[in-house]
T-cell receptor, first 113, second 116 residues
Framework: RKEVEQDPGPFNVPEGATVAFNCTYS??????FFWYRQDCRKEPKLLMS???SGNEDGRFTAQLNRASQYISLLIRDSKLSDSATYLC??????????????FGKGTKLSVKP | DAGVIQSPRHEVTEMGQEVTLRCKPI?????LFWYRQTMMRGLELLIY????????DSGMPEDRFSAKMPNASFSTLKIQPSEPRDSAVYFC??????????????FGQGTRLTVV
């Protein structure tokens, strides 16, 4: 099983739609989780961190389910500019003291007019 | 701050040649990552340094790849000899690791490597 797995998509949705992505991670000791956004031919950039209590940033909501080892990203009222690849990230620990960042392969979102 | 700086931005080389990619992390960051991205395999971790020490190099494909971090402000990824299958975008990223938590990782703009 891969450390971080995502549905690659593509998700093709109309403007204004609500879309949700899920991501599973295999290491139950992972402590930190993030969603990154990557535009075509650009570097990944942080979209939001994922906290245990869930967090919201405007149209974006991230949730963490430790029991089932998955994180989710919900995008409401999607815009054309949301079209990108969304990368899920979990940390890999070494002896409980060193952190590494493991990325999923990404989920491609295409928002159409 | 200028962010993570990678050089060169583009590199085209012939098979068998040595390639050196460079990275300057954000000042004050104590963790540095090298990733490789292809359409087929996505973003793969090659090696991870913490406080200039390699912690995890399990992603380094083979002995042709080597990475160094001689100080907190500079890292190199070397491929010798290069092969066409090494063609990819290579990203360097840096972050601050505190105890059990990572802060946001910032990426450089990447080096697009083409081996012909």
């Amino acid at each position: 099983r891969k450390e971080v797995e995502q549905d690659p998509g593509p998700f093709n949705v109309p403007e204004g739609a609500t879309v949700a992505f899920n991501c599973t991670y295999s290491n139950s000791a992972s402590q930190s989780f993030f969603w990154y956004r990557q535009d075509c031919r650009k570097e990944p950039k942080l979209l939001m961190s994922v906290y245990s209590s869930g967090n919201e940033d405007g149209r974006f909501t991230a949730q963490l389910n430790r029991a089932s080892q998955y994180i989710s990203l919900l995008i409401r009222d999607s815009k054309l500019s949301d079209s990108a690849t969304y990368l899920c990230v979990a940390t890999r620990l070494y002896g409980g003291s060193q952190g590494n960042l493991i990325f999923g392969k990404g989920t491609k979102l295409s928002v159409k007019p | 701050d200028a962010g993570v700086i990678q050089s060169p931005r583009h590199e085209v080389t012939e098979m068998g040649q040595e390639v050196t990619l460079r990275c300057k992390p954000i000042s004050g960051h104590n963790s540095l990552f090298w990733y490789r991205q292809t359409m087929m395999r996505g973003l793969e971790l090659l090696i991870y340094f913490n406080n200039n020490v390699p912690i995890d190099d399990s992603g380094m494909p083979e002995d042709r790849f080597s990475a160094k971090m001689p100080n907190a402000s500079f890292s190199t990824l070397k491929i010798q000899p290069s092969e066409p299958r090494d063609s990819a975008v290579y990203f360097c990223a840096s972050t601050i690791f505190r105890g059990f938590e990572n802060t946001e990782a910032f990426f450089g703009q990447g080096t697009r490597l083409t081996v012909v």
